[in-house]
């Protein structure tokens, strides 16, 4: 049964967490929204298809969203509890801090589960999604941008100039490319026709080029090479896709099982496979920063009682960054081979872990956090640009 405080708790919590989370989707949105709109003024992409593109994009900024939320949520809610005086009339009414910590630990196990539900499900499919509708949005666009006795510079590494274009059927006549792809190896392609098909596999056009000759300077060996073809087809890639759209797809675009048979092979083929098992890690270890987030910020709130909700937002924002920082580094050491994935992803929410004891030990005791609102204070100065 929920009792009276507990529900009072879950009413303080819970809009501040939402409140934070829109703040923060908005925040991390905001960069795609002016790129994506960048892409619908000057590639001339159709606005449905970028709402798409925004709406897949959704679920990864929610990976960094949810944590963030979690944290300054529970700052700003119990330090609008202990600033109003809230705190110290429960406390009064022989209520306390592993009482406060309940509602806050099921609320925070709850957001867990969905973390780690839009991390293993949601966040790779929207990745997929949004990779492969790009590029197959790019790809049009690159395509309707070809005009006769026009260069176009729409497709990585390539300038292709056609000198007539079929409306009907879209054959090209008299096609020229320049293919600069490989820097040491300039070629330069010249067909007498040609026409953009599917790749088949969706990333991307083929240029299927008829009758013509492939001119390529190899300049590390000063080697001039001339080659007649029937049939030749040049893969396009649009800019603005990871890496021209070939390649492999990037580890955090996988889905777990994906992920760990990526892993398997890496290791049968001797290479490098700890940044995809560094991924792996960073998947169970992202969600459970909510509950340790959680677990620092009920004690932070309470003594950070004189600032109130702004001095909740600053205490966040230091403790976000020096998460993600600590994070970053162990990832970069990781790949390095200097430590192994599993450490370097649990670095982090093991400070966490030994930071939530020695504050939570604070508070039981009801140490006063002067220091806690030093930190604070200076912090609002940082992000206000004032002198200290």
């Known amino acids: 049964m929920i009792r009276i ?8 919590l819970i809009p501040t967490f939402l409140l934070a989370s829109l703040f923060l989707t908005f925040v991390l949105l905001l960069k795609e929204i002016l790129d994506l709109t960048e892409l619908v003024v000057n590639r001339g992409l159709p606005l449905v298809g970028v709402l798409k593109l925004l709406l897949y994009f959704f679920p990864s900024s929610l990976v960094l ?6 944290l ?7 330090s609008r509890l202990s600033a109003d005086g809230e705190i110290i009339a429960l406390k009064a009414g022989g209520i306390g801090i592993a009482h406060l910590l309940r509602p806050v630990i099921l609320f925070a196990l709850a957001v867990l589960v969905v973390h780690q539900a839009v991390i293993l499900y949601f966040d790779p499919w929207g990745r997929q999604k949004f990779a492969a509708l790009k590029l197959e949005l790019l790809s049009q666009a690159g395509q309707l941008q070809l005009r006769p006795q026009v260069f176009n510079d729409s497709f990585n590494g390539l300038l292709i100039f056609v000198r007539d274009l079929s409306g009907r059927d879209g054959h090209m006549e008299g096609v020229l490319i320049e293919d600069s792809r490989d820097p040491e190896a300039v070629q330069t392609i010249v067909a007498s026709r040609g026409l953009l098909v599917p790749d088949g596999q969706g990333q991307g056009m083929v240029l299927r080029l008829q009758d013509g000759t492939v001119h390529r300077l190899v300049q590390a060996k000063d080697v001039y090479q001339l080659l007649a073809f029937g049939t030749y087809d040049v893969v396009l890639r649009p800019r603005g896709t990871d890496n021209g759209g070939g390649g492999e797809p990037k580890d955090r675009v996988l889905g777990l099982e994906q992920l760990k048979n990526r892993i398997a092979r890496l290791k049968r083929e001797g290479k490098n496979y700890f940044p995809a098992l560094a991924e792996f890690h960073k998947r169970f270890s992202l969600p459970v920063a909510n509950l340790l987030f959680a677990l620092v910020g009920v004690p932070l709130g309470i003594v950070n009682r004189r600032s109130g909700k702004a001095g909740g937002f600053a205490l966040s924002i230091g403790i976000i960054f020096f998460y993600y920082i600590v994070t970053i580094l162990g990832k970069g ?3 390095d081979q200097v430590i192994h994935p599993a450490l370097a992803m649990w670095l982090a929410n093991g400070v966490m872990a030994v930071l939530a004891g020695v504050l939570l030990r604070r508070a039981v005791r009801e140490t006063e956090g002067d220091w806690v609102q030093k930190i604070s204070s200076a912090v609002q100065r940082v992000f206000k640009r004032e002198k200290p």
């Open 65 to 70: 969203v949810i944590p963030m939320a979690m």
């Open 333 to 335: 050491l990781s790949e």
């Open 5 to 12: 405080f507990e529900r009072y708790t879950f009413k303080e």
């Open 72 to 78: 300054m949520g529970t700052i700003m809610a119990f």
